[in-house]
């Protein structure tokens, strides 16, 4: 499938990327956490020939005209330079309007949402999101702070992440937690392990390659 950026005409920025057959949502620049590895803490917004930096937070009009008819789609994925659950009303509305259309979902995640929130949201989720991924990034707390720095107003932010995991999987069809293969430090099959014994699946990534 030929690749084509999707942007907000106005102001020129990706709201919506095309990689591997599948449509990606860049509804946020916002994040929870700062991690050491990533693109926009190390001065580019650059990622897959897509510069997703925002200058403004798209509405759910604006994001659903650019995706268009999602059943040109494999998946529609929220996933951008940020963390899509920042914008959890917002998520929501457009995953309801394109699940509308047909279309199968996919949320890319820090899996800290209840954490920010206060609360678990992962029942809003329930008949919206099919398939939810997390980064899971490390095998224990030191090793998450050292490498995603979360922010020091979410403490226990590792314990969360897991915890989410563990109460999506009761309401969302595939729940796979990630990690990045060759960060200094991360043990794959140990972060393996532990997926294995939430219940839930796990999948080892290359750094800066979306998936
Ligand atoms: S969660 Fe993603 S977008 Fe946010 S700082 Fe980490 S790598 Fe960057």
């Known amino acids: 499938m030929t690749e084509q950026v999707k942007t907000n005409s106005a ?35 650059e990622v897959q020939g897509y510069d997703l930096r925002l200058k403004f937070e798209p509405s759910v009009g604006e994001i659903l005209a650019a995706v268009g008819d999602p059943g040109r789609y494999k998946e ?12 959890l009303d917002v998520l929501l509305q457009v995953a309801g309007k ?8 996919r949320l890319n995640s820090d899996g800290l949402a209840s954490l920010v929130q206060g609360r678990d949201v992962t029942p809003e989720l329930a008949g919206l999101i099919d398939a939810l991924s997390i980064s899971m990034n490390a095998q224990n707390e030191d090793v ?28 969302i069809p595939s729940v796979t937690l990630t990690a990045i293969d060759g960060l200094e430090g991360v043990d794959i099959e140990a972060c393996r392990k532990i997926a294995i014994e939430l219940g839930v699946q796990f999948r080892g990534r290359q750094l800066d390659v979306v998936g």
């Open 76 to 87: 529609t994925v929220f996933c951008g330079l940020g963390e899509p659950t920042q914008r």
């Open 11 to 45: 102001l020129d920025e990706v709201i919506a990327y095309e990689l591997h057959g599948n449509c990606y949502l860049n509804i946020t620049d916002r994040c929870t956490l700062r991690c050491a590895f990533c693109p926009k803490f190390n001065k580019t917004f």
């Open 144 to 171: 998450y702070k050292r490498h995603c720095r979360p922010k020091k107003e979410y403490p226990g932010a590792y314990q969360a992440m897991l915890e989410f995991a563990n109460k999506a999987k009761a309401v």
């Open 98 to 105: 394109l699940k509308q259309q047909g279309a199968r979902i």
